[in-house]
Protein backbone atom coordinates (compact mmCIF):
# COMPACT_ATOMS: atom_id res chain seq x y z
CA UNK A 1 0.00 0.00 0.00
CA UNK A 2 1.00 3.71 -0.82
CA UNK A 3 1.48 6.05 1.63
CA UNK A 4 -1.29 8.65 0.12
CA UNK A 5 -3.75 5.95 0.58
CA UNK A 6 -3.04 4.84 4.64
CA UNK A 7 -4.54 5.68 7.14
CA UNK A 8 -2.32 6.16 9.97
CA UNK A 9 -2.64 5.89 13.62
CA UNK A 10 0.27 8.08 15.52
CA UNK A 11 0.82 7.76 19.09
CA UNK A 12 2.77 10.43 20.77
CA UNK A 13 4.00 9.98 24.13
CA UNK A 14 5.54 12.06 26.78
CA UNK A 15 8.66 12.78 25.82
CA UNK A 16 10.89 15.93 24.88
CA UNK A 17 10.89 14.29 21.46
CA UNK A 18 7.12 14.54 21.15
CA UNK A 19 7.08 18.14 19.43
CA UNK A 20 9.48 16.12 16.62
CA UNK A 21 6.13 14.31 16.26
CA UNK A 22 4.54 17.45 14.78
CA UNK A 23 6.86 17.69 12.04
CA UNK A 24 6.11 13.70 11.64
CA UNK A 25 1.91 13.93 11.39
CA UNK A 26 3.27 16.94 9.07
CA UNK A 27 4.92 15.21 6.36
CA UNK A 28 2.50 12.46 6.39
CA UNK A 29 0.03 14.29 5.76
CA UNK A 30 1.74 16.02 3.34
CA UNK A 31 2.54 12.26 1.90
CA UNK A 32 -1.44 11.72 1.47
CA UNK A 33 -1.99 9.50 4.28
CA UNK A 34 -5.01 10.30 7.15
CA UNK A 35 -3.33 10.82 10.27
CA UNK A 36 -5.21 10.27 13.69
CA UNK A 37 -3.23 11.22 16.45
CA UNK A 38 -3.21 9.78 19.76
CA UNK A 39 -1.66 11.36 22.86
CA UNK A 40 -0.97 10.17 26.40
CA UNK A 41 -1.28 12.75 29.03
CA UNK A 42 2.31 12.94 29.67
CA UNK A 43 2.13 14.26 26.11
CA UNK A 44 0.35 16.56 26.01
CA UNK A 45 2.34 18.81 28.66
CA UNK A 46 4.76 18.69 26.20
CA UNK A 47 2.97 19.45 22.68
CA UNK A 48 -0.66 20.68 23.01
CA UNK A 49 -3.27 18.49 21.41
CA UNK A 50 -4.08 21.67 19.07
CA UNK A 51 -1.02 21.54 16.96
CA UNK A 52 -1.61 18.16 16.14
CA UNK A 53 -4.97 19.04 15.34
CA UNK A 54 -4.53 21.65 13.21
CA UNK A 55 -1.58 19.99 11.13
CA UNK A 56 -4.00 16.69 10.72
CA UNK A 57 -7.39 17.98 10.03
CA UNK A 58 -8.85 15.72 12.39
CA UNK A 59 -10.05 15.71 16.31
CA UNK A 60 -6.46 14.20 18.35
CA UNK A 61 -7.56 11.70 20.99
CA UNK A 62 -6.12 11.61 24.60
CA UNK A 63 -9.10 10.25 26.65
CA UNK A 64 -10.57 6.66 26.38
CA UNK A 65 -13.41 7.56 28.70
CA UNK A 66 -14.30 9.71 25.52
CA UNK A 67 -16.42 6.74 24.86
CA UNK A 68 -19.45 7.65 27.41
CA UNK A 69 -19.80 10.83 24.91
CA UNK A 70 -20.20 8.79 22.01
CA UNK A 71 -21.45 6.12 20.51
CA UNK A 72 -18.44 4.43 19.35
CA UNK A 73 -15.73 2.88 21.14
CA UNK A 74 -12.49 5.33 20.03
CA UNK A 75 -9.67 2.84 20.77
CA UNK A 76 -12.10 -0.19 18.23
CA UNK A 77 -12.53 2.55 15.31
CA UNK A 78 -8.94 3.90 15.38
CA UNK A 79 -7.86 0.20 16.14
CA UNK A 80 -9.86 -1.06 13.12
CA UNK A 81 -9.16 1.83 10.77
CA UNK A 82 -4.99 1.49 10.68
CA UNK A 83 -3.58 0.40 8.31
CA UNK A 84 -0.18 0.99 10.46
CA UNK A 85 0.25 2.22 14.30
CA UNK A 86 3.41 4.21 15.00
CA UNK A 87 4.32 5.58 18.74
CA UNK A 88 6.69 8.64 18.34
CA UNK A 89 8.94 9.08 20.38
CA UNK A 90 7.99 5.79 22.40
CA UNK A 91 8.91 5.91 25.97
CA UNK A 92 10.71 3.58 28.44
CA UNK A 93 7.36 3.56 30.16
CA UNK A 94 5.04 2.80 26.64
CA UNK A 95 7.24 0.32 26.00
CA UNK A 96 6.96 -1.56 29.27
CA UNK A 97 3.06 -1.86 29.14
CA UNK A 98 3.21 -2.73 25.43
CA UNK A 99 5.52 -5.47 26.41
CA UNK A 100 3.26 -6.35 28.90
CA UNK A 101 -0.32 -5.93 27.27
CA UNK A 102 -1.02 -2.92 29.68
CA UNK A 103 -3.86 -1.07 28.44
CA UNK A 104 -4.69 1.75 30.99
CA UNK A 105 -4.81 4.90 28.15
CA UNK A 106 -6.01 5.04 25.41
CA UNK A 107 -3.06 4.50 22.84
CA UNK A 108 -2.08 1.14 24.64
CA UNK A 109 -6.18 0.40 24.26
CA UNK A 110 -4.83 0.71 20.40
CA UNK A 111 -2.02 -0.75 20.02
CA UNK A 112 -3.41 -3.64 22.00
CA UNK A 113 -6.61 -3.85 19.66
CA UNK A 114 -5.16 -3.55 16.36
CA UNK A 115 -3.58 -6.31 14.13
CA UNK A 116 -1.94 -3.41 11.77
CA UNK A 117 1.82 -3.16 11.91
CA UNK A 118 3.48 -1.37 14.87
CA UNK A 119 6.62 0.60 14.20
CA UNK A 120 7.82 2.17 17.72
CA UNK A 121 10.41 4.97 17.47
CA UNK A 122 11.85 4.72 21.46
CA UNK A 123 13.20 7.56 22.62
CA UNK A 124 14.57 8.28 26.20
CA UNK A 125 18.06 8.99 28.52
CA UNK A 126 20.95 6.78 27.67
CA UNK A 127 20.31 4.81 31.19
CA UNK A 128 16.62 3.98 30.73
CA UNK A 129 17.66 3.23 27.01
CA UNK A 130 20.70 0.71 28.69
CA UNK A 131 18.33 -1.12 31.34
CA UNK A 132 18.06 -4.36 31.23
CA UNK A 133 14.18 -3.68 31.36
CA UNK A 134 13.92 -1.65 28.74
CA UNK A 135 16.12 -3.65 26.26
CA UNK A 136 13.72 -7.29 27.29
CA UNK A 137 10.91 -5.01 26.62
CA UNK A 138 12.43 -4.42 23.20
CA UNK A 139 12.97 -7.58 22.50
CA UNK A 140 9.98 -8.86 23.02
CA UNK A 141 8.15 -6.35 20.96
CA UNK A 142 10.25 -7.08 18.01
CA UNK A 143 9.73 -10.80 18.42
CA UNK A 144 6.32 -10.15 18.00
CA UNK A 145 6.87 -8.20 14.60
CA UNK A 146 7.25 -4.13 15.87
CA UNK A 147 9.54 -2.47 13.83
CA UNK A 148 12.17 -0.64 15.58
CA UNK A 149 13.50 2.77 14.35
CA UNK A 150 16.77 4.52 16.33
CA UNK A 151 17.12 5.83 18.78
CA UNK A 152 19.86 7.57 17.30
CA UNK A 153 23.39 8.84 18.99
CA UNK A 154 23.44 12.45 20.16
CA UNK A 155 22.94 15.26 22.66
CA UNK A 156 19.99 13.78 25.06
CA UNK A 157 17.41 16.30 26.64
CA UNK A 158 19.73 15.84 30.35
CA UNK A 159 22.76 17.49 28.15
CA UNK A 160 24.36 14.25 27.79
CA UNK A 161 25.87 12.69 24.75
CA UNK A 162 24.37 9.30 24.06
CA UNK A 163 22.19 7.27 22.91
CA UNK A 164 18.02 7.70 23.03
CA UNK A 165 17.70 10.41 20.58
CA UNK A 166 14.85 9.95 19.03
CA UNK A 167 15.30 8.63 14.96
CA UNK A 168 15.29 11.46 12.82
CA UNK A 169 11.48 12.19 11.33
CA UNK A 170 12.73 11.20 7.55
CA UNK A 171 13.66 7.48 8.66
CA UNK A 172 10.71 7.00 10.91
CA UNK A 173 8.95 7.81 7.62
CA UNK A 174 11.30 6.16 5.17
CA UNK A 175 10.19 2.74 7.75
CA UNK A 176 6.75 3.76 7.35
CA UNK A 177 6.86 3.68 3.82
CA UNK A 178 8.80 0.64 3.69
CA UNK A 179 6.45 -1.37 6.24
CA UNK A 180 3.41 -0.45 4.31
CA UNK A 181 4.84 -1.29 0.68
CA UNK A 182 6.71 -4.27 2.03
CA UNK A 183 3.48 -6.76 0.09
CA UNK A 184 3.40 -4.58 -2.72
CA UNK A 185 3.12 -5.97 -6.95
CA UNK A 186 7.66 -6.19 -6.65
CA UNK A 187 7.38 -7.73 -3.52
CA UNK A 188 10.03 -10.59 -3.95
CA UNK A 189 11.64 -8.70 -6.91
CA UNK A 190 15.37 -7.67 -6.35
CA UNK A 191 16.17 -4.42 -7.93
CA UNK A 192 19.63 -2.53 -8.42
CA UNK A 193 19.28 0.95 -9.37
CA UNK A 194 22.23 3.07 -10.13
CA UNK A 195 21.98 7.20 -9.35
CA UNK A 196 24.29 10.42 -9.61
CA UNK A 197 27.60 10.90 -11.76
CA UNK A 198 30.48 8.95 -11.65
CA UNK A 199 33.54 11.50 -11.02
CA UNK A 200 36.82 10.94 -12.65
CA UNK A 201 39.92 11.84 -11.00
CA UNK A 202 42.44 14.20 -12.87
CA UNK A 203 44.93 14.70 -9.74
CA UNK A 204 44.59 14.47 -6.23
CA UNK A 205 41.95 17.24 -5.96
CA UNK A 206 40.11 17.46 -9.06
CA UNK A 207 38.31 15.73 -11.53
CA UNK A 208 36.23 15.12 -14.35
CA UNK A 209 32.53 15.16 -13.62
CA UNK A 210 28.62 16.14 -14.34
CA UNK A 211 25.57 18.05 -13.33
CA UNK A 212 23.41 15.06 -11.76
CA UNK A 213 22.19 15.53 -8.51
CA UNK A 214 21.06 11.60 -7.98
CA UNK A 215 17.25 12.73 -7.76
CA UNK A 216 16.18 10.81 -10.87
CA UNK A 217 18.24 7.33 -9.48
CA UNK A 218 17.18 8.02 -5.49
CA UNK A 219 13.14 8.29 -6.53
CA UNK A 220 13.42 4.82 -8.72
CA UNK A 221 14.86 3.31 -5.11
CA UNK A 222 12.41 4.65 -3.16
CA UNK A 223 9.51 4.24 -5.70
CA UNK A 224 10.36 0.19 -5.83
CA UNK A 225 10.72 0.27 -1.97
CA UNK A 226 7.27 1.59 -1.89
CA UNK A 227 6.29 -1.22 -4.45
CA UNK A 228 7.90 -3.96 -1.77
CA UNK A 229 10.89 -4.57 -4.11
CA UNK A 230 14.64 -5.60 -2.24
CA UNK A 231 16.83 -2.55 -3.79
CA UNK A 232 20.28 -2.15 -4.02
CA UNK A 233 21.19 1.25 -4.63
CA UNK A 234 24.62 2.04 -6.83
CA UNK A 235 25.44 5.65 -5.85
CA UNK A 236 28.40 7.95 -7.10
CA UNK A 237 28.53 10.98 -5.00
CA UNK A 238 25.76 12.82 -4.03
CA UNK A 239 24.12 15.03 -1.50
CA UNK A 240 20.93 12.95 -0.59
CA UNK A 241 19.86 10.62 1.76
CA UNK A 242 19.67 6.85 1.28
CA UNK A 243 15.86 5.77 1.28
CA UNK A 244 15.08 3.62 4.14
CA UNK A 245 15.65 -0.07 3.42
CA UNK A 246 17.86 0.70 0.11
CA UNK A 247 21.21 -1.44 0.19
CA UNK A 248 23.42 1.96 -0.36
CA UNK A 249 26.76 1.05 -2.52
CA UNK A 250 28.92 3.96 -2.69
CA UNK A 251 31.37 4.16 -6.06
CA UNK A 252 33.08 7.19 -7.08
CA UNK A 253 34.48 6.24 -10.78
CA UNK A 254 32.79 4.49 -13.79
CA UNK A 255 35.04 1.62 -13.69
CA UNK A 256 34.00 1.19 -9.60
CA UNK A 257 30.58 1.91 -10.70
CA UNK A 258 31.07 -0.94 -13.51
CA UNK A 259 32.25 -3.73 -11.00
CA UNK A 260 29.63 -2.84 -8.18
CA UNK A 261 27.16 -3.61 -11.14
CA UNK A 262 28.41 -6.61 -12.42
CA UNK A 263 28.96 -8.19 -8.91
CA UNK A 264 25.48 -7.15 -7.73
CA UNK A 265 23.70 -8.10 -11.39
CA UNK A 266 23.97 -12.18 -11.35
CA UNK A 267 21.46 -11.57 -7.97
CA UNK A 268 18.76 -9.01 -9.35
CA UNK A 269 16.10 -9.18 -11.80
CA UNK A 270 15.97 -5.56 -12.84
CA UNK A 271 18.34 -3.16 -13.51
CA UNK A 272 17.77 0.38 -14.12
CA UNK A 273 20.78 2.41 -15.16
CA UNK A 274 19.81 6.25 -14.48
CA UNK A 275 23.06 7.34 -13.34
CA UNK A 276 25.65 9.46 -15.81
CA UNK A 277 28.41 7.36 -16.15
CA UNK A 278 31.27 9.35 -17.87
CA UNK A 279 32.34 8.27 -21.20
CA UNK A 280 35.61 9.72 -20.75
CA UNK A 281 38.29 9.56 -18.24
CA UNK A 282 41.45 11.22 -17.78
CA UNK A 283 44.38 9.02 -19.02
CA UNK A 284 46.87 9.41 -16.45
CA UNK A 285 45.87 10.84 -13.22
CA UNK A 286 48.93 13.09 -11.89
CA UNK A 287 49.93 12.47 -8.53
CA UNK A 288 50.39 15.86 -7.68
CA UNK A 289 48.35 18.78 -7.78
CA UNK A 290 48.61 20.37 -11.45
CA UNK A 291 49.84 23.58 -11.06
CA UNK A 292 48.64 26.39 -13.09
CA UNK A 293 52.11 27.96 -14.39
CA UNK A 294 52.25 26.36 -17.96
CA UNK A 295 49.92 28.80 -20.15
CA UNK A 296 47.54 26.03 -21.15
CA UNK A 297 46.87 22.47 -20.51
CA UNK A 298 46.38 19.35 -23.13
CA UNK A 299 44.22 16.36 -21.47
CA UNK A 300 44.39 12.96 -22.81
CA UNK A 301 41.15 11.00 -22.51
CA UNK A 302 40.54 7.53 -22.88
CA UNK A 303 36.70 5.54 -22.90
CA UNK A 304 35.22 4.26 -20.16
CA UNK A 305 33.82 0.78 -19.51
CA UNK A 306 30.37 0.94 -20.88
CA UNK A 307 28.88 -0.85 -18.07
CA UNK A 308 24.90 -1.40 -20.25
CA UNK A 309 27.06 -2.87 -23.45
CA UNK A 310 28.85 -5.60 -20.61
CA UNK A 311 25.48 -6.29 -18.82
CA UNK A 312 24.13 -7.37 -21.93
CA UNK A 313 26.97 -9.44 -22.48
CA UNK A 314 26.40 -11.22 -18.94
CA UNK A 315 22.62 -10.94 -19.37
CA UNK A 316 23.12 -13.49 -22.60
CA UNK A 317 25.01 -15.94 -20.72
CA UNK A 318 23.66 -16.27 -17.77
CA UNK A 319 19.86 -15.04 -18.01
CA UNK A 320 20.08 -11.98 -15.45
CA UNK A 321 18.79 -9.18 -14.67
CA UNK A 322 15.38 -10.12 -16.52
CA UNK A 323 14.26 -6.92 -17.20
CA UNK A 324 17.21 -4.12 -17.87
CA UNK A 325 16.33 -0.20 -17.99
CA UNK A 326 18.84 2.85 -19.83
CA UNK A 327 18.34 6.16 -19.90
CA UNK A 328 19.28 8.36 -22.87
CA UNK A 329 20.49 12.03 -21.88
CA UNK A 330 20.08 14.08 -24.99
CA UNK A 331 19.74 17.74 -26.15
CA UNK A 332 19.01 16.43 -30.06
CA UNK A 333 17.00 14.59 -31.93
CA UNK A 334 16.23 12.47 -28.93
CA UNK A 335 13.90 9.77 -30.17
CA UNK A 336 16.67 8.97 -33.06
CA UNK A 337 19.51 8.79 -30.24
CA UNK A 338 17.60 7.05 -27.76
CA UNK A 339 16.37 4.36 -29.91
CA UNK A 340 19.45 3.41 -31.39
CA UNK A 341 20.85 3.31 -27.63
CA UNK A 342 17.77 0.87 -27.38
CA UNK A 343 19.44 -1.55 -30.16
CA UNK A 344 23.13 -0.80 -29.33
CA UNK A 345 22.64 -1.81 -25.36
CA UNK A 346 19.91 -4.48 -26.05
CA UNK A 347 17.55 -2.43 -23.00
CA UNK A 348 13.87 -3.73 -22.46
CA UNK A 349 13.15 0.31 -22.40
CA UNK A 350 14.53 3.21 -22.84
CA UNK A 351 13.86 6.77 -20.72
CA UNK A 352 14.51 9.17 -23.33
CA UNK A 353 15.33 12.12 -21.05
CA UNK A 354 15.02 15.52 -22.72
CA UNK A 355 17.86 17.35 -20.96
CA UNK A 356 17.72 20.55 -23.10
CA UNK A 357 15.44 22.41 -21.24
CA UNK A 358 15.80 24.06 -17.52
CA UNK A 359 13.39 22.09 -15.93
CA UNK A 360 13.96 18.79 -16.82
CA UNK A 361 16.73 16.35 -16.31
CA UNK A 362 20.04 17.15 -14.51
CA UNK A 363 19.83 18.77 -11.26
CA UNK A 364 16.10 19.71 -11.10
CA UNK A 365 13.31 18.24 -9.24
CA UNK A 366 11.01 17.43 -12.30
CA UNK A 367 11.67 15.27 -15.73
CA UNK A 368 10.04 15.25 -19.01
CA UNK A 369 10.64 11.94 -20.74
CA UNK A 370 9.81 9.46 -23.79
CA UNK A 371 9.28 5.87 -22.61
CA UNK A 372 10.41 3.46 -25.64
CA UNK A 373 10.36 0.02 -25.62
CA UNK A 374 11.67 -3.00 -27.93
CA UNK A 375 7.59 -3.81 -28.66
CA UNK A 376 7.00 -0.87 -30.06
CA UNK A 377 5.93 1.47 -27.20
CA UNK A 378 6.67 5.43 -27.40
CA UNK A 379 5.01 7.01 -24.54
CA UNK A 380 5.65 10.53 -23.85
CA UNK A 381 4.95 12.01 -20.37
CA UNK A 382 4.11 15.26 -19.50
CA UNK A 383 6.99 17.12 -17.81
CA UNK A 384 6.36 15.69 -13.89
CA UNK A 385 8.14 15.28 -10.34
CA UNK A 386 10.82 13.31 -10.82
CA UNK A 387 9.17 11.07 -8.09
CA UNK A 388 6.44 10.39 -10.47
CA UNK A 389 8.35 9.49 -13.75
CA UNK A 390 9.57 6.75 -10.75
CA UNK A 391 6.03 5.63 -10.52
CA UNK A 392 5.43 5.54 -14.31
CA UNK A 393 8.38 3.84 -15.24
CA UNK A 394 7.74 0.91 -12.43
CA UNK A 395 4.28 0.69 -14.15
CA UNK A 396 6.14 0.16 -16.99
CA UNK A 397 7.61 -3.05 -15.28
CA UNK A 398 4.84 -4.28 -13.44
CA UNK A 399 3.04 -4.80 -16.64
CA UNK A 400 5.79 -6.11 -18.54
CA UNK A 401 6.08 -8.73 -15.05
CA UNK A 402 2.53 -9.38 -15.93
CA UNK A 403 3.32 -10.25 -19.69
CA UNK A 404 5.91 -12.39 -18.54
CA UNK A 405 3.74 -14.75 -16.58
CA UNK A 406 3.05 -17.82 -17.77
O1 LIG B 1 20.60 12.82 -11.25
P1 LIG B 1 19.61 13.89 -11.68
O2 LIG B 1 20.09 15.28 -11.39
O3 LIG B 1 18.23 13.62 -11.13
O4 LIG B 1 19.48 13.82 -13.27
C1 LIG B 1 18.91 12.71 -13.88
C2 LIG B 1 19.68 12.27 -15.12
C3 LIG B 1 19.56 13.35 -16.19
C4 LIG B 1 21.17 12.03 -14.80
C5 LIG B 1 19.06 10.89 -15.57
O5 LIG B 1 17.72 11.07 -15.70
C6 LIG B 1 19.64 10.40 -16.89
O6 LIG B 1 19.25 10.78 -17.97
N1 LIG B 1 20.64 9.49 -16.77
C7 LIG B 1 21.43 8.97 -17.87
C8 LIG B 1 22.48 9.97 -18.26
C9 LIG B 1 23.43 9.43 -19.27
O7 LIG B 1 24.54 9.16 -18.94
O8 LIG B 1 22.92 9.15 -20.43
P2 LIG B 1 23.77 8.54 -21.68
O9 LIG B 1 22.87 8.74 -22.82
O10 LIG B 1 25.12 9.11 -21.70
O11 LIG B 1 23.88 7.00 -21.33
C10 LIG B 1 22.92 6.04 -21.80
C11 LIG B 1 22.78 4.92 -20.79
O12 LIG B 1 24.02 4.18 -20.71
C12 LIG B 1 22.48 5.38 -19.38
O13 LIG B 1 21.54 4.51 -18.80
C13 LIG B 1 23.83 5.31 -18.68
O14 LIG B 1 23.67 5.03 -17.28
C14 LIG B 1 24.51 4.13 -19.39
N2 LIG B 1 25.98 4.22 -19.47
C15 LIG B 1 26.58 5.36 -19.91
C16 LIG B 1 27.95 5.41 -20.01
C17 LIG B 1 28.70 4.27 -19.65
N3 LIG B 1 30.01 4.30 -19.71
N4 LIG B 1 28.08 3.16 -19.25
C18 LIG B 1 26.73 3.11 -19.18
O15 LIG B 1 26.14 2.07 -18.83
Known sequence: MFLHQASIVLGVTGGIAAY????LASKLVQ????VDVVMTEAA???VGPL???ALTGRPVHIDPFRLLERTEMPHLSLAQRAHLLVIAPATANTLAKLAHGLADNLLCAVALATRAPLVLAPAMDTDMWEHPATRENLEVLRRRGAWIVGPGEGRLASGRIGRGRMAEVNEILGTIRLVLGRDGPLAGKRVLVTAGGTQEPLDPVRYLGNRSSGKMGYALAQAALDRGATVTLVTAPTALPAPVGAERVEVRTAGEMRDAVLAAVPECDILVMAAAVADFRPAEVVG???KKEAAGLTLRLERTPDI????AVERERGGRPGLVIGFAAETEDLLRHARAKLEAKRLDLIVANDVSSPDSGFGVDTNRVILLDRHGLEQA????????VAGRIWDWVETR???QEP
Open 20 to 23: KAAD
Open 44 to 46: TRF
Open 381 to 388: LPLLPKEE
Open 308 to 311: LAEV
Open 51 to 53: TFQ
Open 31 to 34: AGAT
Open 401 to 403: LGA
Open 288 to 290: QKI
